[in-house]
């Protein structure tokens, strides 16, 4: 099938997913909406390329018959210098088009529970961690993203041993999902007399939010313990124990949440990360298979591997996995963390394309 077909294919694809959408009864069937809602704007910013193609292929083909047919020579060199325009135009529009083609994981579209935890280098690991966290907080308010905080433990020195946060916005698990993995830094610690650089490190995890329709929790598959909260949340948490802890008895995975200002409040949230953490973890052997079958820069199943270096002493950010150095590192911690998501996916979406199926 040629990209005509392909993209004409597409075209009557939408125009049904559109026609669905609308249909009254659809209201009734939360699950077949979220899904042909994704569907549809998937599909739409296809459809918007096609139109672009149309018109610029349509050009094409006018600005050829000029140039075989035309006998004045000043129309056929106008004509000569419309090729000439849109050629380079149509080759990154079709490049374009094929990176639109390629299978998209359904989970990128989902809102994502993004996790920070200190690693090793003790004090250090934690302040890096908090600032680490910092970094993204900036990032997220600048996509006019939302947040929420879920859960934090913060480090004896300043900083976190460990926290969660809830974003919510388009497309934040497709973004933020190549952020996982080791992040290391190398300074100077401010506790370090002799003026060594020492090496920390921060895991950050990124897993995609799960509903009800992704993961089903039964009551008796959680034990709930609740205890006396040692946050922030005024003074009120400590007379109450409005901590909420939840061990879920088929995967062993264990939540607490306390920074909430209610024990129902705790629950919710500590809900949503045990549901985002189980769903990841049955996602962790798919993601072992997919890396077995084709290189891939977030799919390679190995959540303790090395991604990402900030070197203070000489101010450079180095991610590993494409060997991208940045030399603006104060930038970097201050937000501006998206030119190494935007080249990583670039990267990604190019293996693919090379690979040929997408899959």
Not at 199 to 211: G, R
Not at 234 to 247: F, P, Y
Not at 306 to 320: C, E, L, M, S, W
């Amino acid at each position: 099938m040629n990209l005509q077909d392909k993209l004409d294919a597409i075209y009557v694809r939408f125009e049904e997913v559109n026609d669905l959408l609308m249909q009254p009864e659809l209201a009734a069937d939360r699950q077949r909406f979220v899904r042909l809602h994704r569907e549809f704007k998937e599909l739409q910013a296809v459809v918007e390329a096609r139109g672009r193609w149309m018109e610029l292929h349509g050009r094409q083909e006018e600005a050829k018959r000029m140039v075989s047919l035309e006998k004045d020579h000043e129309m056929r060199q106008m004509a000569e210098e419309e090729l000439a325009d849109i050629a380079p135009a149509l080759e990154a529009l079709v490049l374009e088009i094929q990176q639109l083609l390629i299978p998209k994981d359904p989970e990128d579209a989902k809102d994502a529970v993004l996790e920070v935890r200190a690693g090793t280098g003790g004090d250090e690991a934690g302040l890096f961690a908090g600032e680490l966290l910092r970094m993204y907080l900036r990032y997220l308010e600048e996509r006019g993203w939302t947040y929420e905080l879920l859960s934090a433990t913060e480090g004896s020195a300043g900083g976190y041993k460990e926290a969660s946060i809830q974003v919510r916005g388009e497309d934040v698990y497709g973004t933020l999902k190549y952020e996982s993995g080791v992040h290391r830094v190398q300074r100077v610690p401010a506790t370090e007399s002799q003026g060594r650089v020492h090496t920390s490190a921060a895991t950050v995890a990124v897993l995609p939010e799960a509903d009800e329709l992704d993961v089903q929790i039964r009551d008796v598959d959680i034990r709930k313990d609740t205890f006396r909260s040692s946050g922030a949340g005024g003074q009120h948490v400590n007379k109450t124990e409005s901590g909420v802890r939840l061990t879920h008895f088929p995967t062993g995975i264990v939540v607490e949440c306390q920074d909430g200002r209610s024990q129902h409040q705790n629950y919710d949230r500590a809900l949503t990360v045990l549901r985002a953490r189980i769903w990841d973890k049955a996602r962790a052997a798919q993601d072992a298979d997919v890396a077995e079958k084709r290189k891939s820069l977030v799919s390679t199943g190995d959540r303790s591997a090395k991604i990402r270096t900030y070197n203070f002493p000489q101010g450079r950010v180095t991610d590993h996995r494409i060997g991208l150095t940045l030399y603006n590192l104060p930038d970097v911690m201050n937000g501006q963390v998206g030119k190494f998501m935007d080249e990583l996916r670039m990267a990604e979406n190019a293996q693919r394309l090379k690979d040929g199926t997408g899959e």
